[in-house]
């Protein structure tokens, strides 16, 4: 009680039948019916409760699923070739052609990859 206001069950509206004949279908509330304090938790509105798979197994299907993915990234990483062919080099790394001493050099012969 809290100064006299009835306060019903906490029970959240999702748990309540949808197919019954509510005066609010989408809130599922009757007229007059009183408000749980803790309206803002318990309304329809209100982060859904997964009831539908227990936190162990949905922990299970979790791992089930990034255990799957790197396993399937390992299966391409062995079967992708490597880089077909070696980066081109050019004699001197086109030191003029691309504006002088100052500017980046492309590749040159014996340089490291």
Do not use: C
């Amino acid at each position: 009680m809290n100064g006299g206001y009835v306060n019903p069950p906490a029970i959240k509206r999702q748990h309540r039948d949808p197919h019954a004949d509510w005066w609010d279908k989408q809130e599922r509330r009757n007229f007059g019916e009183p408000v749980h304090e803790d309206n803002d938790r318990l309304a329809m509105f209100s982060p859904y409760e997964y009831t539908h798979a227990p936190p162990g197994r949905a922990a299970l299907h979790l791992g089930v699923f990034v255990a799957s993915v790197f396993a399937l990234a390992g299966a391409i990483g062995l079967v992708y070739p490597d880089r077909p062919s070696a980066p081109r080099e050019f004699p001197g790394g086109l030191e003029e052609e691309l504006g002088g001493p100052l500017t980046v050099r492309a590749r040159k012969a014996g340089d490291e990859y």
